[in-house]
């Protein structure tokens, strides 16, 4: 199975306005890729650079910094330079405690606009941390994107911050709940970026995806 290239993003740009993205998405409706988007401080950063390579997105301890949609470019190994690039969107996170009135109103009109034009094949992956499920930010993003009707995967992120059985043991109960509760999410992975763990598996089917909608592409 084909793996992602790492080193291969190509940052292509970063959009605040929601005029400047409704032209981006305009322009490229057949775009297939990968957008990434959780709530602040999940280790959406260092989830990306752990599958796409190091410094492809900007890690911060500040969380929330991402204010804006960021867009790349990248490839499969074994795709040569004439082959169609695929696309890296880097979302800004949501839930931030710190995020002020504005910020917060500004994140909806740009994201509403995103997920209303995101060509349906992206896929959409949102992150939670394994320690904290399901919070009330988590719960409030999958009723505002369930009426979209993209595909999406659920990753947990951080197990390996799980270091006791008994924290282990929480979320082992808590899986059922949450299967049951987000029936709208094609796969759910669990992972750690920081050791790697999961992470091939998430791979694998992420490149899957890529590959099958290419294929779709192609015979339409």
Not at 29 to 34: N, P, Q
Not at 123 to 129: A, E, G, T
Not at 148 to 154: A, K, V
């Amino acid at each position: 199975m084909a793996k992602i290239k790492k080193g291969s993003p190509e940052f292509k740009m970063g959009i605040s306005q929601p005029a400047q993205l409704e032209e981006w998405l305009d322009s490229h409706k057949d775009a297939i890729g990968l957008a990434f988007v959780g709530r602040s401080n999940v280790g959406k950063s260092s989830l990306i650079n752990c599958l796409f390579g190091k410094k492809t997105a900007r890690t911060s301890k500040t969380p929330g910094r991402t204010r804006e949609v960021n867009i790349f470019e990248f490839k499969l190994e074994g795709q040569t330079e004439d082959e169609k690039p695929f696309f890296l969107f880097d979302l800004p996170g949501y839930g931030h405690a710190d995020v002020n009135r504005l910020m917060s109103e500004r994140w909806e009109a740009l994201m509403g606009l995103f997920f209303e034009k995101m060509p349906k094949s992206v896929l959409l992956l949102n992150l939670q941390d394994s320690r904290h499920p399901q919070q009330s930010a988590d719960l409030d993003f999958q009723d505002f994107i369930i009426h979209f009707d993209h595909d999406s995967f659920l990753v947990f992120n951080k197990i390996d911050k799980l270091k006791t059985q008994k924290d282990r043991s929480i979320l082992e109960k808590q899986k059922p709940g949450i299967f049951k509760a987000t029936p709208f999410f094609k796969q759910i992975h669990f992972v750690s970026a920081e050791k790697s763990k999961g992470v091939p598996t998430l791979e694998d089917a992420l490149t899957n995806y890529l590959e099958h909608a290419t294929l779709l592409e192609e015979d339409q």
